[in-house]
């Protein structure tokens, strides 16, 4: 099992940065694949970036070159740094583990195995 723990999220304005942590824990051969997703009220839980074992990274085309994922060199932690925000970004944001490789949409191959609790970012016109 992968214990997944997210942190850094909270309230910024238009323009705004933010990065969000994620702290791994557990089985750490249980996973391929590591994804931040975000869910805004009412729409589905949409992938935002992944990231896997040899490196190769994957993003939705919504935050592409703004935002921007990656791990410690000991791969317990994963991170993503999020650049000139947008309300349309707000949302919880999920932190994920999964078998596989990256995907384009910035999710993985196979289907996520863990989450974590999720963090709230708001942005505020």
């Known amino acids: 099992e992968v214990v997944l723990q997210e942190s850094g999220g909270g309230s910024v304005q238009l323009g705004g940065s933010l990065k969000l942590s994620c702290e791994l824990s557990g089985n750490s051969n249980e996973w391929g694949c590591l994804a931040w997703f975000r869910q805004q009220p009412g729409k589905e839980r949409e992938g935002v970036a992944s990231?896997?074992?040899?490196?190769?990274?994957a993003y939705a085309d919504s935050v592409k070159g703004r935002f921007a994922i990656s791990q410690d060199y000991s791969k317990t932690t994963l991170y993503l740094q999020m650049n000139y925000l947008s309300p349309e970004d707000s949302g919880t944001y999920y932190c994920?583990?999964?078998?596989?490789?990256?995907?384009?949409?910035?999710?993985?191959?196979?289907?996520?195995?863990?989450w974590g609790q999720g963090t709230q970012v708001a942005v505020s016109s």
């Open positions: 990231i896997d074992r040899h490196a190769g990274t």
């Open positions: 994920a583990a999964a078998w596989g490789y990256v995907r384009g949409g910035g999710t993985c191959s196979s289907g996520i195995a863990y």
